[in-house]
């Protein structure tokens, strides 16, 4: 099957301001999807509101946009009622840690088998470039006309120690490393986080002086660094990104059944 | 075979209905006076092999349930004020994608944090307008522990049969008083099932495209149809739109699938209304003290009447104004400041003859505070 045949093509154009890093997490997912061999008919889609959460419109699986943070909260809903099916969960930066902050440490909690794919842009794109939690110390948005005063978290190490048992970090320059990192996430049996950093030209760039789409995804290239190689540890300075973790947890819908066995006295 | 006779709280009559009327999904998160419900789900649903759930907060619980529902599951959660407060933008999202939900609200007073665990009425306007834009709702209450088992099955129905969540309002002092309770046979109360659509897979099925008599069939959510929700405005396949046009068929469609069945839908009863000149509305706890009042004061000659009203929304206004039109006077009993009395006034011929007898002080009203206002009400003081 061809990444194409995943798209709701009369769903097209989409929404999202040319440079925008989003469709490549798009195309990253799906090479994913398709790489794993499911069937469109396995995978369900929820995601919250701003221009990540457009990104359930544009794929052919079963598609549920609903409220803003909350998608992890219905996707809870959707998993623990059909534990067999392929549930990802795209959030912006926003959307999974601000007003769906306490919805995502839970979810990590529990060790629940989602995918939250987090497009972290540093920035409320939709609602024209307020500053989100993580658009960092003294970067500017149409909220924060003097440099932000907040400092944002870092979601890989928030992941962790809320008990995801996968963690991963790409950027949308990377996308081959991107794709794969999906995959692997997909095919994680747990709660999976990919941050994967998106560039906003119109909203983030433009305000924070970052340059063209084109700059911005020269930024990515030229700041972050293989988790695993020298240059992370010669330039601590710099981003790393790969999988941070991955470990073995028990899943929480496998450790729900086996409760109703108990409770049935099957076991 | 012999009748199954339990001695309950309201809140666990509600729960056993909940089961009965084929309940399979429950999420929650602890709040007073509605955890009860919570606890019984939590011990008795893994046993059927059903899932509960306790959420990270009231806003998770919702959700989770608006999820599993689409799935194909009959969903419920409970709580109380805060709480419901909470649910509140989520509730709306359940209104406008249609998906059938069951929300128990125990009232305790309010605002804010208020009085956990004493009585109140004071969320009936909430239950109507608490989630923003316009839209309809369905909201059910009763004063007994048998009669919050049958509501709380056809709240079950209710949902199904209109794709919608509905309410029901229980309150604190029906919510812990332990009674009486028969549990209907198996096939005591006809529960109403899924609609589901019959086109098979492969043949394009339209979510949002009703059929004549109005109603929706519905795809497992993960099942033979790939489809899209959205709480914007969409199209009969499930895409956002702003085409007027849709926009105007899809709110009107909303509100008059309710409005329309607000008869099917009506549940009330009534003790001595056709001779009684002064005539009582309530429901709820206060419904009980109100009915204790008639009955005392009809063995003294005193020709006093009871409609007690189970829907509360759609408030049935032709109901109230055809049971009313003998009485020279309306009184209201409720533990707000006059929350259903603004409903009667709408409904009834004369407006000026229905009168409020309340307490909002946390206590559960009594027949003596029922019966010192009628006497200030009669001129005859207190």
Redesign the interface.
């Known amino acids: 099957m061809s990444v194409r045949d995943y798209l709701?093509e009369r769903?097209f154009p989409h929404m999202w301001c040319p440079g925008c890093g989003h469709g490549t997490v798009l195309n990253a997912l799906l090479r994913a999807v398709e790489k794993l061999g499911l069937d469109?008919?396995e995978i369900?889609m929820?995601s919250g509101i701003g221009c990540s959460a457009r990104i359930?419109?544009y794929v052919?699986?079963?598609?549920?946009?609903?409220?803003h943070g909350?998608a992890l909260?219905?996707?809870?809903?959707?998993k623990?009622?059909?534990p067999e099916?392929s549930v990802l969960v795209p959030m912006g930066d926003g959307d999974a840690l601000a007003i769906g902050g306490?919805?995502f440490?839970?979810a990590a909690r529990r060790n629940i088998d989602l995918t939250a794919i987090i497009m972290n842009n540093r920035i409320y794109g939709m609602t024209g470039g307020q500053f989100s939690p993580l658009t960092g110390y003294g970067c500017f948005g149409t909220t924060a006309p003097y440099g932000s005063v907040d400092h944002s978290f870092d979601l890989v190490e928030l992941s962790t120690s809320a008990g995801a048992s996968f963690v991963a970090r790409s950027t949308t320059y990377h996308v081959i490393e991107l794709a794969g990192i999906i995959e692997k996430a997909i095919a994680h049996r747990g709660f999976s986080v990919v941050e994967v950093m998106s560039q906003c030209p119109t909203n983030f760039g433009r305000r924070n002086q970052a340059g063209s789409a084109v700059e911005m995804l020269e930024t990515y290239r030229k700041q972050t660094v293989p988790l695993d190689s020298e240059a992370a540890q010669t330039s601590p300075e710099k981003i790393r990104r790969g999988v941070f973790v991955e470990k073995k947890r028990p899943e929480y819908t496998e450790a729900?059944e086996e409760?109703?066995r108990s409770?049935?006295g099957e076991s | 075979m012999s009748r199954q006779i339990e001695f309950v709280q309201g809140n666990v009559a509600c729960a056993k209905a909940a089961l009965y009327a084929g309940l399979e999904f429950f999420a929650g998160y602890p709040i007073t006076p509605s955890s009860e419900i919570a606890e019984y789900m939590a011990k008795r649903l893994p046993q059927n092999g059903g899932k509960f759930l306790q959420m990270e907060d009231e806003i998770a619980s919702i959700c989770a349930i608006i999820g599993a529902s689409l799935t194909g599951r009959k969903v419920m959660t409970a709580t109380s004020g805060p709480g419901f407060s909470l649910m509140q933008e989520a509730l709306g999202y359940a209104v406008m994608t249609e998906i059938p939900c069951v929300i128990a609200n125990v009232q305790r007073g309010g605002p804010s944090t208020g009085l956990p665990t004493h009585v109140s009425q004071g969320d009936v306007n909430q239950a109507r307008y608490g989630t923003h834009g316009e839209h309809a709702i369905v909201a059910l209450t009763a004063s007994t522990a048998q009669d919050i088992f049958t509501l709380t099955v056809d709240a079950f129905n209710f949902a199904e049969t209109y794709r919608t969540p509905v309410i029901l309002l229980l309150d604190e002092t029906t919510g812990h008083l332990r009674e009486r309770l028969e549990v209907p046979a198996a096939d005591g109360i006809a529960t109403v099932g899924r609609l589901k659509t019959t086109v098979s897979q492969g043949v394009d099925y339209h979510p949002y495209l009703p059929r004549e008599d109005g109603r929706l069939p519905m795809s497992d959510f993960g099942g033979a149809h790939r489809y899209n929700v959205t709480g914007l405005f969409h199209d009969m396949w499930g895409f956002p739109t702003e085409n007027p046009k849709i926009v105007y068929g899809l709110i009107r469609h909303l509100v008059d699938k309710i409005d329309h069945n607000a008869d099917q839908m009506a549940r009330w009863k009534e003790y001595y209304i056709d001779d009684a000149p002064t005539l009582l509305v309530s429901y709820g706890a206060a419904a009980r003290s109100a009915l204790h009042l008639v009955e005392n004061r009809r063995k003294r000659g005193e020709k006093l009447g009871l409609l007690e009203l189970q829907t509360l929304w759609p408030f049935p206004h032709e109901l109230v104004r055809e049971k009313c039109c003998h009485a020279q006077s309306i009184v209201v009993v409720e533990m707000n400041m006059g929350q259903v009395l603004q409903q009667v006034k709408l409904a009834v011929r004369q407006p000026e003859k229905a009168f409020l007898a309340n307490r909002i002080d946390g206590e559960l009203i009594t027949p003596t505070d029922i019966q010192n206002i009628i006497h200030v009400i009669q001129g005859k003081g207190v």
């Open positions: 709701r769903f469109k008919s369900v929820v359930s419109g052919d699986f079963h598609t549920m946009h609903t409220i909350r909260a219905f996707a809870t809903g959707i623990m009622s059909r099916l306490n919805h440490l839970h729900y409760m109703i409770a049935t």
